[in-house]
Every structure is written in C-alpha cells, then in structure tokens.
C-alpha cells in the first residue's frame, strides 16, 4: 500500500428537526446538511505485519478501538477479507465535540482511502453500508455538497448547495453530551422547528438572505437551557450582522452565514479574545 492522504471536510446542519422516534429508541430527524473548507486531515502509511495504528496531534484524542477512524478500517479489513497493517495519522483541527462531524468525517476518510488503496473492493452501496454501522453521519461524510438527510441521516437525498459565502465558527470551551440533550428534549414538547422545505425552496433560489432567514435547530432551546452561553454567542454572532447563525448538530459549535469571507473574518476578530474557538471558512460542493 502506497501513502494515502484526504482532507476530510466538517459540516453544518442548516436545518435539524426530529420527526419522530423509532421503537430502537433512534430518533427519526430531517436535516440539511453541508459540508465545509474546515477539515482534518487523514494519512494512511503502510505497516509491517497486520493490524491498525494510531496517531493524533491531539493527546486527549482516544488512539485506540474506542476512535472511529480506527473502527473504521478495522471495519475495512473485516469486511473485504482483505489483510495488511495500516498506521492512521490524524491531524485535527475540526474542533471536538462541536456537532461537526469530527470523528465520522474522519471514519469516511479511511473508508475512502482504504477502499482506493486496495483497488476499490467496496462498490459505492456497499461503502456506505458500512460507513452506516459506524456511525450516522459517517455516510453524510463519503460525499461533498447538500444533502437533505432522513431516517437517522442514513436516507440522503442531493439538495441545491450553498452560494458563496463566508461562516464564521465559535466552539466555547465545553462540550454538549447528545445523549443528555436527546433525553431532555424527550420530556419536553418540541420547540422553534425549522422549515425544512422553506429552506430547500431558499437553496434552490441561491438566496442567502432567505438561508439564513430560515436556518433553525430543534435541539437549539434546550441547548441553551443547559448552556446560557450558546444563546449569548448566538446573538453575538447576529450583532456582527451574520444573515443567519444557529447551533450546529447536537452543539456546542454554532455558525454564522456572512456574504463573503472577509465580513466573516471581520466578525471573527470579536471573538479571538474570548475564551472560544474561532474558525473562518466557505461551503464546499
């Protein structure tokens, strides 16, 4: 096997709603996603023998069965029978614990290079088969772009992408455990759900007022019952005349859509003296 390399891309969820519960005890969502420029960046080098390394730049980052980069090519060779050793370098910057995507888009890399090095043993079915038993988002992860996500987000349908545009990432210092705000939002009446269509009859208009007029996430209120601070950073995101800023996935990153990429910079430059994470980037299709 020759050294493999990928970014693999974050996203957002421009729209995130829970239509119902299954009797797994999987909530059913409809959300739209997307990916952006704000990526980690995934190096397969060949090993001696058999059997599946791990390296981060990050200490805390688990380097072992418990990473899902590393379930993923374990998955891989399970899979397709296929044998060989394989040492995964990961260099994140895509922040942790930010409803981002972090891990599963780091489990699509592997996926995509392992299959690419190998001579592509997987057909795109059944790649995404696997990248489903992995994680729900790891099948959103194979591919670039819009996509309008169903089921437990495993049901992906192409929707229009994104105009240009710059967005503005905050990620606080905590994180928000999905599982807490899942159980929460089960005991409480639903609040503030997005209009999904509004939002896709928007993308097809390539209207970025409209976009940010209609980005929403149910999970958001609760959110910010558990964590003041999400709201606080939500509406200081508005205040530098963002279009529109919503939470990301189950948080605790939220985002803002700017017209370009220089008033997102702008609007960064209110944030790099708190104690936040602060990222600028762009859709990518």
């Known amino acids: 096997m020759k050294v493999q390399r990928q970014k693999a891309l974050a996203k957002i969820n421009l729209t995130l709603d829970i239509v119902g519960k299954r009797e797994d005890g999987y909530h059913e969502l409809e959300t739209i996603m997307h990916t952006v420029s704000l990526h980690d960046k995934v190096t ?25 980069a590393y379930k993923a090519a374990l998955a891989f060779f399970q899979e397709t029978g296929k044998k060989g050793a394989v040492h995964i370098k990961l260099q994140k910057r895509i922040p942790v614990g930010a409803g981002m995507a972090g891990g599963s888009t780091d489990a699509a890399a592997v996926l995509h290079l392992l299959n690419r090095a190998y001579g592509y043993p997987l057909g795109r079915k059944k790649l ?64 503030q759900r997005p209009d999904t269509q509004a939002m896709l009859r928007a993308l097809e208009e390539g209207d970025l007022e409209k976009i940010g007029a209609n980005l929403g996430n149910v999970m958001e209120p609760v959110a910010c019952a558990l964590h003041p601070q999400e709201q606080e950073l939500r509406e200081k995101i508005l205040a530098e005349k963002a279009l529109g800023a919503r939470m990301t996935g189950s948080g605790s ?27 600028v980037c762009t859709p990518v299709f």
């Open 44 to 68: 397969l080098l060949p090993g001696e023998g058999e059997g599946v390394g791990l390296w981060c730049n990050l200490p805390y980052v688990p380097r072992d069965s418990r990473n899902i």
């Open 253 to 279: 990153a939220l985002y803002g859509l700017f017209e370009n990429t220089q008033q997102a910079e702008k609007a960064a430059e209110a944030f790099r003296k708190l104690p936040v994470e602060t990222f």
């Open 128 to 191: 995404h088969e696997l990248a489903l038993t992995l994680g729900a988002d790891v099948p959103f992860c194979l591919e670039t772009g819009c996509r309008l996500a169903r089921g437990i987000g495993e049901k992906l349908t192409p929707a229009p992408h994104l105009p240009p545009c710059g967005i503005l990432v905050i990620k606080p210092r905590y994180s928000i455990s999905t599982k807490s705000l899942f159980q929460k939002m089960d005991a409480e009446p639903l609040q």
